[in-house]
């Protein structure tokens, strides 16, 4: 019989553009932060999982080497996209094992390094090598939903516009700034259908969330938040033989997820979806059954996943409007889950919300052949 | 009460230059190995943890996806030295939680990716922009030992002599050539008091393992190693303030390992340590309780560490002889150990070997305020 695993603390810092800090110290403040939030002496945890894609080797133990938070044991998780997602399941496996009572994880990356621009992908992945680029490779997702389904250029928009409604309430957010359909629709054009606003920005950013067998919880806070599941699931290889408009890890993973939650998507109130370009939203949609396949299109439309809607889909901005610095994203998604869950989002409160889910995708530009899709199914 | 762990496989290719190869190309020759070496159909997998420092981006799915072993939940983990025994103990703990009953673990290294030289180290850590590098580290720790004990430069280099003579018997050591001392004296000064001979060299490099329940070990082979210990520890922030030649998070990390174990140093009959350098060796065997304080110089002279002696020690021919392609050596290391255990070293067979010790160690520049520090006791 497995334990029960609470989340007791989470934190974070304004995803954005820091080029003039170093790693470490984009991750420490997201740390101090969560700690404070859980009410925990920090002499309390026992193990930590550190969630990078690109930070470099050791990544967990300098951020935690700031905070004088040293010799616990500390693991470095890399699953691109789902780095801090990964670790926050390592985090969660390990208190299930009975290995520790109290764990952290934090999720850190620094793109300004970069100089900017699109994701650096490994060389070794022939796509990558014959020219294609994650902006790309979406286009072409998006290109062949409107052709099967007729979506179109403005029901595609609209999910830029939702989502940087949604981060114009999110302090935390790299992109405050609301836009109208027709700013979506006349930037820059990126990889037709996509235009600029229909891309996640390039930022740096840190989230970190303190974990605990349930049986403990409330020690540290009366609203733990219970993790009804955790799951990990890897691409399958097919690629080219397969409908590239099903993103079919995240079908698989997230039929696993509501097994192990026992819930279906009719039970969720929120959800934060790993929204990269503004077709992957779409598309996830139909993957978790928030809606049938093809209709994509008209439920954004009908208003259904913004506040009011049937579910709020990433109240937080999401990756198009609270940025994508790539190995804090997952972290940051239970981070916005949490604080939904107990009631603290602030202007962008989800209304009585009570079970929240968290989807974080990718690895390899196909997405398919390599790649990795961690879910997380919170409640209060 | 926690599951027992076994180990049914284990493979590697033989460490070396391989600069024409992909990363991948290293690793799924050694993860195939690992499953015939089990006697497993590959759809039993359930799971796969991958060990690499510097293999970028999802290098466990580009692995197993050359070997279309996909779709299993795949985990990459970061350490330096000690990724892939880091990863090891996420396996382990992956199937005392109940979570799998069967798990792939890999570590995979490409160093010559990086045009040679000394490993590539973090600039955020202020001791690397001041010009630490791995060998004027280690070099320190030998001249304060060499100072306090009266270790002579010839006992320091029979280090060296040893692992080479202990490589020269083994098919998958980078050098296997065996080295007089006084070839080892008067090769190329690196930073004093090492020479060339006493630093490990670079190199790419993959190992994997497959673990499964213990309950289960036998539905695979009739001689399953178990794991009585797995435990990793971090460096505490002290820099400065203590003592260069006793590596305290070593001493720590044995003390937990042979409690966890019930074993005592005494108990042991093989261990693979971190001897990236000459002097690493002989610290270790203090750290470990092979010897007192002060008396590695005579205990290595004393042939006490090589075969015949009390316990051998790096029978591989250890990171200065096998080679250390920084991701893979913890999983090689294993790869050693149960060979040794179960009868199949060849002429490097420690006679009757029944308990045995891996102990990957690195991270940060000075290894002790960053740092993981990962060991493994295995018995048959």
Known sequence: MMRGVSVIGVGMIPFGKYPERKLADLGWPAVKAAIADAGLEPRRLEGAYCGTALGGMMSGQRVLGRLGLTGLPITNVENACSSSSSAFRQGVMAIEAGQYDVVLVIGVEKLTKFGGGTLPLEEEDWEVRLGLSMPALYAMRAQRYMHDFGLTREQLALVSVKNRKHGAMNPDAQMRKPVTLGEVLDSRPIADPFTLLQCCPTGDGAAAIVLCATAIAREFRSDPIHV???????????????????????????????????????????????????????????????????????????????????????????????????????????????????????????????LGLTHAT???????????????ILAR
């Not at 979806?273 to 209709?295: K, T």
């Not at 990718?362 to 997380?376: E, V």
């Open 362 to 376: 990718g690895g390899g530009i196909s997405g398919f052949d390599h790649g990795a899709c961690a879910i997380h």
């Open 228 to 354: 009804l599941a955790s799951d990990l699931t890897s691409g399958k290889f097919m690629t080219g033989f397969r409908d590239m408009t099903i993103p079919e890890i995240t079908v698989r993973g997230a039929k696993k997820a509501y097994e192990h939650a026992g819930v279906g998507p009719e039970d969720l109130d929120v959800a934060e979806v790993h929204d990269a370009f503004s077709i992957a939203e779409l598309l996830y949609y139909e993957a978790f059954g928030l809606c049938g396949r093809g209709e994509a299109g008209a439920f954004i439309e009908s208003g259904a996943t913004t506040f009011g809607g049937k579910i709020v889909v990433n109240p937080s901005g999401g990756l198009l409007a609270k940025g994508h610095p790539v190995g804090a994203t997952g972290a940051a998604q239970v981070v916005e889950i949490v604080r939904q869950l107990r009631g603290e989002a602030g202007e962008r409160q989800v209304d009585g919300a009570r």
